[in-house]
T-cell receptor, first 111, second 114 residues
Framework: GEDVEQSLFLSVREGDSSVINCTYT??????LYWYKQEPGAGLQLLTY?????DMKQDQRLTVLLNKKDKHLSLRIADTQTGDSAIYFCADISLGTYKYIFGTGTRLKVLA | KAGVTQTPRYLIKTRGQQVTLSCSPI?????VSWYQQTPGQGLQFLFEYFSETQRNKGNFPGRFSGRQFSNSRSEMNVSTLELGDSALYLC?????????????FGNGTRLTVT
């Protein structure tokens, strides 16, 4: 079946940039999403990118998509302690309405 | 606009009992999905309902069931609870269309089975 993979942990210093990576296998993905989960809460939508785009910028967030390699990344500029959370990428296949989530990357920001 | 509301927030049940969880989607959203989240297994898809019909299903045993009402509110039921059912159950709603239709999550119901 379709799969989405992420590294489990990332640790950065406050003020640095964070880059969270995701690879997916579904070649018919239409949209790819990034979500953030803080302790004790549900997932919060951060941003999404359409599969025919290469890049999308939204304030401190930059999403890069390499469709050929099926690689998605989320860059957080000027990372703050409040960015410490678990980040999930997800894709949705054309015609299925079914979202496939990655395992989540736990981002720890050191003061 | 009110977000996705899940009730109750916390539940403690005993093995063998059954439980019903409730989810109220964002107004206008016709799709409701349910996920189970555990530290070991991550986020696992249970099922998705769209306009009162189950449209997608994950790989969970028949003890896990759901339904959706005409006002798009959804319930999830787990019968004959097992210790391994202890988890955070997340509900998410969306427009249910392809383009784009991001999921909006509630804060979850934390179920503990003893």
């Amino acid at each position: 079946g379709e799969d989405v993979e992420q590294s489990l942990f990332l640790s950065v210093r406050e003020g640095d940039s964070s880059v969270i990576n995701c690879t997916y296998t579904d070649s018919s993905s239409t949209y790819l999403y990034w979500y953030k989960q803080e302790p004790g809460a549900g997932l919060q939508l951060l941003t999404y990118i359409f599969s025919n785009m290469d890049m999308k910028q939204d304030q401190r967030l930059t999403v890069l998509l390499n469709k050929k390699d099926k690689h998605l990344s989320l860059r957080i500029a000027d990372t703050q302690t409040g960015d410490s959370a678990i980040y999930f990428c997800a894709d949705i296949s054309l015609g299925t309405y079914k979202y496939i989530f990655g395992t989540g990357t736990r981002l720890k920001v050191l003061a | 606009k009110a977000g996705v509301t899940q009730t109750p927030r916390y539940l403690i049940k005993t093995r063998g009992q059954q439980v019903t969880l409730s989810c109220s989607p964002i107004s206008g959203h016709r799709s409701v999905s349910w996920y189970q989240q555990t530290p070991g297994q991550g986020l696992q898809f249970l099922f998705e309902y769209f306009s009162e019909t189950q449209r997608n299903k994950g790989n969970f045993p028949g003890r896990f069931s759901g339904r959706q009402f005409s006002n798009s509110r959804s319930e999830m039921n787990v019968s004959t609870l097992e210790l391994g059912d202890s988890a955070l159950y997340l509900c998410a709603s969306s427009l249910g269309t392809q383009s784009p239709s991001p999921l909006h999550f509630g804060n979850g119901t934390r179920l503990t089975v003893t």
